[in-house]
Each structure stands twice: as C-alpha cells, then as structure tokens.
T-cell receptor, first 113, second 113 residues
Framework: AQKITQTQPGMFVQEKEAVTLDCTYD???????LFWYKQPSSGEMIFLIY??????QNATEGRYSLNFQKARKSTNLVISASQLGDSAMYFC??????????FGTGTRLLVSP | DGGITQSPKYLFRKEGQNVTLSCEQN?????MYWYRQDPGQGLRLIYY???????QKGDIAEGYSVSREKKESFPLTVTSAQKNPTAFYLC????????????FGEGSRLTVL
C-alpha cells in the first residue's frame, strides 16, 4: 500500500536561515512521482516542486530543493533563505501505480523575524 | 486560461440535506480526485477517477458519492449519511500517471448548521 509519512508536526526557523522538512514514502511501484505543496491559511494548495522516481538529479526550483534518497525512500524538502511568507503548512504527496495520489499529514512551518 | 474551478467556495446546509460540490477542469486531464481536509489536518482521499465513467473509493468514501460522466467534470455529493460533513473539500486533476502535472482547485468550505 502507498503511504507518506511526515514526522514533524511543526518546525521553527529564523528568517534567512535554511530549513529541512522530512518526508518518507512507501510504495511497491517502480514508477512514481513525489510532490511538495504549500498551504497558507487561505487554504489553496500551492505547488512547490516535483521529483520523478527515475530522475537522477535532485529537483530544484528557486529556493526549494529536494534531497531525494531513493534507497531510503525519502524526499526531504530544503527551503533556503527562509522568508516570513514561507510560514504555512507543507505537504508531501506521492502518485504511483493506479494514479492514486496520497498525502502526508503535513508540517507547519513558522518563520520568525 | 486552463485550470480547475470548484464551486461554491462557501456552502452552508442543514443537517439531513444532501449537497453537491462542483469540480470542473479544462486541462484535458484524465485523472480527478476529491479530498477532505479538517482543521489542522492533512488531506484524506474520498474518491478518485482515472477515466470517464470509472471511479474508485478512497480512504473515507462513506457518506459521499461521485459521478464522472464527462472528462471535464467530477462532482461530489455529500449525503445525509455523512455524519460529520463540515470540512474543507479540495478537488485536483492530473494528466495521469506519475508525472508532475497536477493541479488543485481553490477548495469548497462546507458548514453544516
């Protein structure tokens, strides 16, 4: 069965520092995709970054990058140079096999001045 | 512009009433999903559909029903059998398979009075 695990309910970081949000996954499929979404208090889901299981290089999108370790089944999100506007819920998600998209329970990030 | 449209954004209903949430996409996506989110929680999968005229139950399908008569549309009905329907509902669509093309609607917030 597919499963996403985010073990950090909340994280704190000071402005301009980097922060890593953890995510591990479980699937028996060889082909899958991993996503990170940001959800501010307004409720919308904002796409941040994507990593395919066959991508050899770690994905990067601006200040967001993934530390993708396939053998350990982990895909941690690194946010560099944190900004106050980064305060939000962050969700890791996976799509595989029969296109069932599953989410982790999320990590609440708070960036302080 | 291509995207996903959910309506209504806010909805109130009395106990015992059925209500239907609309989700329409013009992205030509095959797969569509419905999620429920309770305050401070992650996203739980209600139903998903990979192709027209086909859909599967997610993790919390009881008290909900869907249809997929057209590729563009995947409405969700919250029935009176759903014991605690007050929640935030999110619809998503993807091109299908483990690719990075996945989009969300802005959500519908349902409150039962």
């Amino acid at each position: 069965a597919q499963k996403i695990t985010q073990t950090q309910p909340g994280m704190f970081v000071q402005e301009k520092e980097a922060v890593t949000l953890d995510c591990t996954y479980d699937t028996s499929d060889q082909s899958y995709g991993l996503f990170w979404y940001k959800q501010p208090s307004s409720g919308e889901m904002i796409f941040l970054i994507y990593q395919g299981s066959y991508d050899e290089q770690n994905a990067t999108e601006g200040r967001y990058s993934l530390n993708f370790q396939k053998a350990r089944k982990s895909t941690n999100l690194v946010i560099s140079a944190s900004q106050l506007g980064d305060s939000a819920m962050y969700f890791c998600a996976m799509i595989s096999g029969f296109q069932k998209l599953v989410f982790g329970t999320g990590t609440r990030l708070l960036v302080s001045p | 512009d291509g995207g996903i449209t959910q309506s209504p954004k806010y909805l109130f209903r009395k106990e015992g009433q059925n209500v239907t949430l609309s989700c329409e996409q013009n992205l030509n996506h095959d797969a569509m999903y419905w999620y429920r989110q309770d305050p401070g929680q992650g996203l739980r999968l209600i139903y998903y559909s990979q192709i027209v005229n086909d859909f599967q139950k997610g993790d919390i399908a009881e008290g909900y029903s869907v249809s997929r008569e057209k590729k563009e549309s995947f409405p969700l009905t919250v029935t009176s059998a759903q014991k605690n329907p007050t929640a935030f509902y999110l619809c998503a669509s993807s091109i299908g398979g483990p690719t990075g093309e996945l989009f969300f609607g802005e959500g519908s917030r349902l409150t039962v009075l």
